[in-house]
């Protein structure tokens, strides 16, 4: 009879199943670390990006404006009405910051009897004020106010008018926070150049307007700081104000990032107009 010889099952000890078992809580800690820290990484980048893309596309739809306000089709002609007028944090018609109405004229081209104006209203649509048959008048306002609990850039015009007959306006662009406005002024009205920067003001002699500066702070969609923001933010017209101070509530401590945009813009249809001698001189 065949002797069969039994062999000892072996395994892992106790402490050698502790031991592997640490070892896989921290490496599974540190993958988890390294997403966690990828993700608040991702989420800054998107926050900076938001507040980047933002805030160039606020500058440009103004400044594009801004370049386009008092300009006529005839140089020596007479646009009807001031091509700029500005309004004044807690006298602006609507919202809490800064505010400005910018006029000018657009020609109007007929294509197969139809009527089309070269330039949109705020609100992609024709102007609905002709001058004439070959003429328009594009009449835009900017302001800022609440937007379902976000500040936004805002437009309306008179020149578009919805079907009950209220005036149209509509959101351009979010988390805008503040806007500040100064005009530079030709005190001397013969160089067209700027010598001195006010708020806008009743009785602010808006032809003498040769330079516009625009201060404009915008905050990120979501929340990316790991801190409270005690950043201070220089705005025209401001001896500089912190984050907290710009804003009030809550949203001292929301978290978000933000960053200022400022631009000095030349009216150049003022300073062209300006410096063309007048009839009789």
């Known amino acids: 009879m065949k002797n069969i010889t039994m062999k000892k099952a072996t395994g892992f000890t106790l402490i050698e199943l502790l031991v592997a078992m640490m070892l896989s809580i921290f490496l599974i800690g540190g993958v988890i670390q390294v997403f966690a ?53 807690g006298s602006c018609p609507v919202g809490n910051s800064d505010g400005v109405t910018i006029a000018y004229q657009t020609v109007i081209d007929v294509v197969g009897g139809v009527a089309t104006a070269r330039d949109k209203n705020c609100l992609g649509e024709e102007p609905i004020t002709k ?39 509509g959101a351009l662009i979010s988390n805008i926070e503040r806007l500040d406005i100064q005009y530079g002024l030709d005190l001397t009205g013969n160089d067209q150049v700027a010598d001195v920067y006010e708020s806008f003001s009743v009785g602010l002699d808006m032809d003498a307007v040769v330079t516009i500066r625009i201060g404009v702070l915008m905050a990120s969609t979501i929340p990316v700081r790991g801190e409270v923001d005690d950043t ?39 300073v062209i107009q300006g410096a063309l001698p007048r009839p009789g001189a």
């Open 37 to 89: 820290s990828n993700k608040r990484m991702y989420t800054f980048q998107e926050g900076v990006s938001s507040v980047q893309d933002n805030g160039r596309i606020v500058m440009h739809i103004l400044s594009h404006q801004l370049r386009q306000a008092g300009y006529l089709t005839d140089i020596r002609g007479d646009l009807g009405e001031k091509a700029i007028v500005g309004c004044e944090k």
């Open 232 to 270: 201070t933010f220089l705005l025209p017209g401001t001896g500089g104000l912190t984050s907290k101070e710009y804003n009030t509530g809550d949203s001292k401590n929301d978290l978000k990032l933000r960053k200022m945009f400022v631009s000095t813009i030349t009216v150049r249809n003022h």
């Open 131 to 169: 001058i004439n048959n070959a003429l328009g008048l594009v009449k835009n306002e900017f302001y800022v106010k609440d937007d379902n609990g976000e500040m936004s850039l805002w437009c309306r015009t008179n020149q578009s008018t919805s079907d009950d007959g209220v005036t149209k306006e």
